[in-house]
């Protein structure tokens, strides 16, 4: 009989090695385009801030994406919100131009001064070589779905350099409030090595230190709920705003490639008019310093308002580096008010305020015991839970179902796209 039971021990080994295999493709192709995609944004960035005059250019490359995507990119111009539909309700294979489509025009948004992220693009691209994996190889109908999970969480990890975090992000960002363990082994295993494969080719993060994280006390586990609020209604400003304004351009000017253009010149002259050269880009070194010294109270605001205006009128990036920017610059201004060392906060707003734009509390927590230590478990993990309860039913993903509403009256299983219509024709 133990002979029996030995080989049934060993059944699961088939589906593990299957997955092993089939993610490490996965996390080979996703790590290498992040690469790759990570570098030419860097020179992006240097080249414009060595040439202050390419902003001026910033309407007409919005011009060109928005022409690019017209002509080319019909299908995929959804981005995200595409991988998680297909992912949810699949009807064909992701074209691959995805790929080169976001990478060119997130290269082009950076490059001329555009407010905008590197997430974004990491995770289409991800999900698209991913697909492209499916329609290769003679798999199954759902192993697809679990193709594109780890796509997406190859993406994520190799860009940020968080494996663990990206693992959970692509498992958390489907549906509010559920995760699907049956992708846990192909999205860990992409994005522990699609990172380790995004540091072969020399990629370098950046690094953020909290010098000292003062034990939980009261107080301070008080003043991370009070903060998580705070994030969480700010993340739920981020997402709403970028959708106003996407949808009142799309009401207002019916030619597409015309929305960037008019975001393009707008940001420009916001930018040559308040010199607001630090709320341009990624914003890197204004994320350092919120790490480091007290800033303007009014940073993240600034950044907001840049950032919304850059995305929403069609410009091609991510929303997360952005909402780092946002949550790190907040919480350094709440020190003062919440009496925690400014460091802690700027690390809490830092994850808390992406929970609550994208509903992802426990893959935000992770990341911040992976970029900030351990120690920081306790406050972020309050800080971003709070914030995804006070962020409500919105999210910078619409097409993200609702798995366990937050809230009572709130349908589950329908797209936070579908939800505003409801609420309000209940409210009628």
């Known amino acids: 009989m133990k002979y029996l039971i030995f080989p049934q021990r060993l059944s699961a080994l088939p589906h593990i090695g299957k997955w092993l295999l089939l993610s490490a493709l996965v996390a080979a192709l996703a790590g290498s385009a992040s690469a790759i995609f990570l ?13 202050a005059w390419l902003i001026w250019l910033l309407p007409l490359a919005g011009f060109a994406v928005g022409m690019a995507y017209h002509l080319l990119g019909r299908e995929v111009e959804a981005g995200n919100n595409l991988l998680i539909d297909e992912i949810h309700d699949p009807k064909k294979t992701i074209p691959l131009r995805m790929a080169p489509l976001v990478l060119i025009g997130t290269v082009a948004t950076h490059l001329c001064g555009g407010s905008a992220g590197r997430e974004g693009t990491a995770v289409q691209m ?12 003679p798999l199954k109908p759902d192993d697809r779905r679990l193709l594109l999970m780890a796509g997406i969480s190859a993406g994520f990890a190799s860009v940020f350099g968080t494996p663990l975090a990206g693992a959970i992000f692509g498992l958390e960002v489907l549906a509010m409030g559920r995760l699907r363990y049956d992708a846990i082994l192909p999205c860990l295993a992409a994005a522990a090595l699609g990172d380790q494969v995004s540091l072969s080719w020399g990629v370098q993060h950046a690094h953020y230190r909290i010098p000292f994280i003062p034990s939980p006390t009261l107080w301070g586990l008080a003043a991370a709920v009070l903060a998580g609020a705070m994030f969480g209604l700010t993340g739920k400003l981020f997402a709403e705003s970028v959708h106003a304004v996407s949808g009142g351009l799309k009401r207002l000017i019916a030619f597409p490639p015309l929305r960037p253009l008019l975001g393009g010149a707008v940001v420009a002259l916001a930018a040559a008019w308040i010199h607001a050269d630090a709320y341009l880009g990624l914003g890197v070194p204004t994320i350092v310093s919120a790490f480091q010294q007290p800033l303007p109270a009014y940073d993240f605001a600034g950044k907001l308002a840049f950032t919304v205006t850059t995305l929403g009128s069609g410009f091609k990036g991510g929303e997360v580096t952005p909402l780092f920017y946002i949550g790190a610059t907040l919480g350094n201004a709440l020190s003062p008010i919440l009496h925690l060392p400014f460091p802690l906060l700027a ?19 992770v990341m911040a015991m992976e970029l900030f230590g351990p120690e920081i478990g306790v406050y972020a993990g309050l800080a971003c839970v709070v914030s ?27 797209r936070l796209a579908e939800w505003p219509a409801l609420r309000d024709g209940r409210s009628d």
């Open 39 to 51: 570098f030419w944004v860097d020179w992006a960035t240097q080249t414009r801030l060595s040439h």
């Open 126 to 137: 991800g999900g698209a070589l991913a697909d492209q994996v499916h329609k290769w190889l």
């Open 347 to 365: 690390g809490m707003g830092f994850v808390a305020v992406f929970a609550g734009a994208a509903n992802t509390p426990l893959a935000s927590t």
């Open 388 to 414: 995804y309860l006070c962020s409500g039913h919105s999210g910078i993903y619409r097409a993200q179902r609702v798995g366990v509403a937050k809230r009572r009256g709130v349908p589950e299983n329908i």
